[in-house]
């Protein structure tokens, strides 16, 4: 039946016309429903070679990640999830905390027979990325972490007193009903607050998010996500202290008009390697702001550490 629901949903996003005007991911791409975890990962799978996974945050789905995807095709097998709960993966009732959703990308691996990739990741993309490479360490070779905190990581405190980040805390039934059928007004906040400069994130790709944002039980898990975030902190700092930093390559970036170099500064408190970056011309949504800059600074990054 679930199954069925995503096929149905798929068909009525395909039919509108925003949908056409998004960045594409190239022909050669394939996508796969993966049942793993106690929930159906929806998943982008493409091209040969070393394995890249591309891991989204919120207001967005793995969609974000096109042209990036578009570039690292031609040598490497990409594979773009959409986490649970986002996108055109299922919406269960639980499992949002990250350690769970590590597990959902280890799930998608075995799946896919790979036993180890680079990762690539953007907001709470991070920190699922984050709990899967503290917990398979050895399955991580590289990994790239774009412009969000992790939980109970580094200045992990301070930032939560930071008042653009008043919806860390914002959650609950009310607030859903508040949102409901109103998902374009929250959404835009985000994309207009967090933006260098708001017009770049586009309104085809507003509209392809709110639509998706939309369906039934998206921003229920959106809350939930950020709901996790305690029981996160407690996770990562038991990882911390039971194996140590990580120790595989790390690339920090941080839009230049968003995170910047904080950004190594967090990752600086958990990983042993880590190199700096900031995203030219850019607030938070590095793929809508600037792609170009940002395809260039992972495309490097991944060539240099092999």
Known sequence: MLKKLLVTVGAMLLALPAMAEMPAFPDTFASRDIDTNGAIIHVRIGGSGPAVVLLHGFGETGDMW???????????????????????????????????????????????????ADLVTHDIGNMVGFAFAAAHPKRVDRFVLIDAPVPGVGPWDEVLKNPLLWHFRFGGPDMERLVAGRERIYLDRFWNEFSATPARFTEEAREHYAALYALPGAMHSSFAQFGAFDQDAIDNRTYLAAGGKLSMPVLALGGEKSFGPMMATVMRAAATNVTEG???????????????????????FLDEAR
């Open 278 to 300: 900031v995203v030219p011309e850019s607030g938070h949504w590095i793929m809508e702001e600037n792609p170009q800059a940002t395809t260039t600074m992972v495309r490097a």
């Open 66 to 116: 096109a042209p990036l995807a578009a570039d690292l095709v031609r040598d490497h097998t990409v594979i773009v999830p959409d986490l649970r709960g986002l996108g055109l993966s299922s919406k269960p009732a639980s499992g949002f905390d990250k350690k769970t959703q590590g597990e959902d990308v280890a799930g998608v691996l075995d799946t896919l027979k790979i036993d180890h």
